[in-house]
């Protein structure tokens, strides 16, 4: 039997809150989906890029290391070449300008990960409501047999019904597993943008003294 007979049976016994659950799914899948294409182009080797930038810069060459980052399109990137593009301001103003554009690229970053957590939340309540209404309905379908049915269609009625408590608690494994992988990968592009930001900024402080000197 296929996988996808065995779901749709699951859905017809399960009740019409069944096709909630599906739907909570369906959209925990393209979450995943979008979030972890997203995420996947957004990473950069940290240490190889910082390696290129710190002999760019250390040179005095900023329009290479701004064509470094031009180059690699990426949050961080775009970030470090914020403040690369203010390399003759202040330190504050250099630092002010990567702040700024954190604002704009992180959130990109952040977004929509935070909603599978609800997601896989969710679905295990809609799970155990649906289990809740087809037990109601199959005590009350047994009400007017006899003895001899009651038992086992009552046994049906519950077997039924708990296709929703499995269901929803599949759903939301997935939804609370995926959430957590996401926002580890998340949390490393955040690392990574806060350590470089630093890194850059003494870069540039240090070349600035250096032509002083």
């Given at each position: 039997m296929s996988?996808?007979?065995?779901?749709?049976d699951a859905l017809h016994e399960g009740g019409w809150m069944m096709y909630f659950i599906l739907?909570?799914?369906m959209l925990t899948v393209s979450i995943v989906v979008e979030r972890a294409?997203?995420?996947r182009r957004s990473v950069i080797d940290k240490d190889k890029l910082q390696a290129l930038l710190r002999s760019q810069i250390s040179a005095g060459n900023i329009q290479g290391a701004i064509k470094v980052c031009s180059g690699n399109s990426t949050p961080l990137t775009r970030i470090?070449?914020?403040?690369?593009?203010?390399?003759?301001?202040?330190?504050?103003?250099?630092?002010?300008?990567?702040d700024e554009a954190a604002l704009r690229e992180?959130?990109?970053?952040?977004?929509?990960?935070?909603?599978?957590?609800?997601?896989?939340?969710?679905?295990?309540?809609?799970?155990?409501?649906?289990?809740?209404?087809?037990?109601?309905g199959a005590f009350k379908g047994v009400a007017g047999l006899d003895a001899s049915q009651k038992a086992s269609e009552l046994s049906k009625g519950i077997s039924e019904a708990m296709n929703c408590t499995a269901f929803g608690l599949l759903t939301g494994i997935l939804a609370l597993g995926a959430y957590a992988w996401l926002n580890g990968k998340t949390q490393d592009i955040l690392d990574d943008v806060a350590e470089s930001k630093k890194n850059v900024a003494n870069l540039l402080t240090t070349a600035k003294v250096a032509l002083r000197g």
């Open positions: 996988v996808l007979k065995l779901l749709a739907f909570v799914l294409v997203f995420l470090i070449q914020s403040g690369l593009m203010r390399a003759n301001r202040s330190d504050a103003e250099i630092q002010a300008a990567m992180l959130p990109f970053v952040e977004k929509r990960t935070g909603y599978l957590a609800m997601l896989g939340n969710l679905s295990t309540l809609m799970g155990l409501l649906g289990t809740i209404i087809g037990l109601i």
